[in-house]
């Protein structure tokens, strides 16, 4: 298995819900990402992972919460969003050390709209 | 800090060679590396360079002067499949890469 997968592919909420991103791999990497893109744009980064411990978090805001339960999973707790956090969320895991720490794998990303 | 910049859009003709540039100013370095993505998708890795030289793989290439700050990636036999967005990445002491603002490639009959 060589693949990063992503739950919900298309997610609308409002701005008073609460909903959550998920994101699996089976690979054995032990350092998982999230990034933020909108249109046009390159991806941002926002949390990682390494060793189901958060190392890296780019001042995001709170109301953005990532949680690792173990080391295949990585998810996204949304509450109180704005609007201009419409976006797709790309989740990245990649080696953790070694050559193959240097390559990330991708999801296809959980596209987000806020209303 | 981090500052990566490439041109924001090219256009090549099918069968053609492209060579979409990279420079950077980074604190650290740890690799520079490549990511195709076309649109509504995942970016997906292509090359990556830590010293200095020519990386090749198939139909791509990527160079790398650490001296310069500066990278390209060079695309020969163009297909129309290879239009899409070109990300240049760098990757500091960290585990994580930062992005440039990406090349978007129009190859065209």
């Known amino acids: 298995d060589t693949e990063v997968t992503q739950t919900p592919k298309h997610l609308v909420m409002g701005m008073t819900n609460k909903k959550s991103l998920k994101c699996e791999q089976h690979m054995g990497h032990r350092a998982m990402y999230w990034y933020k893109q909108k249109a046009k744009k390159p991806p941002e980064l926002m949390f990682v992972?390494?060793?189901?411990?958060?190392?890296i978090n780019e001042s995001v805001p709170s109301r953005f919460s990532p949680e690792c339960p173990n080391s295949s999973l990585l998810n996204l707790h949304l509450h109180a969003l704005q609007p201009e956090d419409s976006a797709l969320y790309l989740c990245?895991?990649?080696?953790?050390?070694?050559?193959?720490?240097?390559?990330?794998?991708f999801g296809a990303g959980s596209r987000l709209t806020v209303l | 800090g981090q500052n990566i910049d490439q041109p924001t859009e090219m256009t090549a003709t099918e069968g053609a060679i492209v060579q979409i540039n990279c420079t950077y100013q980074t604190s650290g370095f740890n690799g520079l590396f490549w990511y195709q993505q076309h649109a509504g998708e995942a970016p997906t890795f292509l090359s990556y360079n830590v010293l200095d030289g020519l990386e090749e793989k198939g139909r791509f290439s990527s160079f790398l002067s650490r001296s310069k700050g500066y990278s390209y990636l060079l695309l020969k036999e163009l297909q129309m499949k290879d239009s899409a967005s070109y990300l240049c990445a760098v990757r500091d002491t960290g585990y994580a890469l930062n992005f440039g603002k990406g090349t978007s490639l129009l190859v065209t009959p």
């Open positions: 990245a895991s990649s080696q953790v050390g070694g050559l193959g720490a240097n390559v990330l794998t």
């Open positions: 992972y390494s060793y189901e411990k958060l190392s």
